[in-house]
C-alpha cells in the first residue's frame, strides 16, 4: 500500500465532528536514551498492518511522541497514549487533487474550515495540505491558483493559531504529475501568501530523488521548512547503512538550524520486524 492508498482507506472513516480530548503538550518523561534534540514523530500509514493503538504504545516506549497523518477520528487514540498528531489531515482527497485546481477551492475551504478549529481544540499545530497534480497547469499558474485557493483558508489559520504545512512530493518516481515537488517552488509559494502560518513540509526521501543537495537546501530555506518527513533513497525502506542518504548529518544540520518542530519516520519497513526497524532508524536520527 501507498501513501495515497492509505489516505483513501483513511477516508471511509467520516471525519465528522466529535468530542476530542487535547493532545500531549509535552513528553518531558521520554525514556532515558532519547537525547530530546529531535522531536521525533512516525507517519501511520507506514504501518497499517499494526494496529493504532500497538503502533501508539510502541512509540511511547520508544521515545517517540507523535503519530503523523491522523484523521480526526484517530487523533484521541493517540491523546490516550500521550501523544500529539504533529502533522494532521484536515481533508481526505489524498494527494492528487488540491489548491492548484479552482474547482477544488469551494470545497477544500469548507473542509480546512470544518477541521481547523477541531485540531485547535484538540491541541495540534500544524495541518498538511498538498498541491495536487498539474495536470497541464504551468508552474507559474499552478502557483497563482494555489495561492489563490489558500489565502481565505489562512486567515482561518491565523486565527486558529494553526500551521497550514504543503508537503513537498517527488514526481519523478512515486507522484507522478505533483505539481509542488522542487523546494524552490514552494518557497515561492510561501512568499506570494506571505503569512507565518504558511509553511513547508520537506520531505527528505522526495527532495534527494528531484534535486539532492539535501543539507545545504535545509539550512538555506528552514524559515519555510515546518515538518521533516524521512524515507531511504532508493525504495523508501529502512534509513539504515542499505541506502544512500546519511541521516545523521542530517539530523545535525535541522538541529544547528534552531529548528523546533518535528521529524516524522516516513519509510516503509521492508524488515520482518516492523518496530525494531523503527526503533532503529529513532536510533539513527537521535543525535
Not at 488540491?98 to 485547535?120: C, E, M, R, T, V
Not at 481544540?121 to 502557483?143: H, M, P, R
Not at 520537506?202 to 515538518?227: F, L, P, R, W
Request: neutral net charge.
Amino acid at each position: 500500500m501507498n501513501r495515497n492508498q492509505a489516505i483513501k482507506k483513511m477516508a471511509a472513516t467520516a471525519l465528522g465532528a466529535v468530542a476530542l480530548p487535547q493532545m500531549a503538550k509535552s513528553m518531558d518523561a521520554l525514556p532515558g536514551d532519547v537525547k530530546g534534540k529531535i522531536n521525533h514523530s512516525v507517519c501511520q500509514w507506514c504501518y497499517n498492518d499494526i494496529p493504532l493503538e500497538a503502533l501508539c504504545e510502541a512509540s511511547k516506549d520508544i521515545g517517540i511522541k507523535s503519530i503523523d497523518l491522523l484523521n480526526s477520528n484517530q487523533w484521541a487514540t493517540a491523546a490516550k497514549y500521550g501523544l500529539t498528531c504533529a502533522m494532521a489531515y484536515a481533508n481526505d482527497w489524498g494527494l492528487q487533487k488540491g489548491f492548484n485546481n479552482l474547482s477544488h477551492h469551494s470545497q477544500l475551504l469548507k473542509d480546512y474550515s470544518a477541521n481547523i478549529p477541531k485540531a485547535a481544540d484538540a491541541g495540534l499545530k500544524n495541518v498538511i495540505c498538498f498541491s495536487g497534480n498539474a495536470n497541464g497547469l504551468s508552474y507559474e499558474q499552478g502557483l497563482e491558483n494555489c495561492a489563490k485557493g489558500l489565502a481565505p483558508v489562512m486567515k482561518i489559520a491565523e486565527k486558529y493559531n494553526m500551521l497550514i504545512s504543503m508537503e513537498l512530493l517527488n514526481s519523478k518516481v512515486d507522484h507522478k504529475d505533483y505539481q509542488c515537488d522542487y523546494t524552490s517552488w514552494g518557497v515561492k509559494l510561501c512568499e506570494k501568501l506571505g503569512s507565518p502560518n504558511f509553511k513547508l513540509l520537506y520531505d527528505i526521501y522526495h527532495m534527494q530523488i528531484m534535486e539532492g543537495d539535501v543539507i545545504a537546501t535545509i539550512k538555506k530555506n528552514i524559515q519555510y521548512i515546518s515538518h521533516f518527513h524521512t524515507g531511504g533513497v532508493p525504495g523508501r525502506n529502512e534509513i539504515d547503512e542499505s541506502q544512500e542518504l546519511y541521516y545523521p548529518a542530517i539530523m545535525r544540520a535541522i538541529v544547528q538550524t534552531g529548528f523546533k518542530g518535528y521529524v516524522a519516520q516516513e519509510f516503509i519497513p521492508a524488515k520482518k520486524d516492523k518496530i525494531n526497524s523503527l526503533r532503529n532508524a529513532i536510533t539513527i536520527c537521535d543525535i
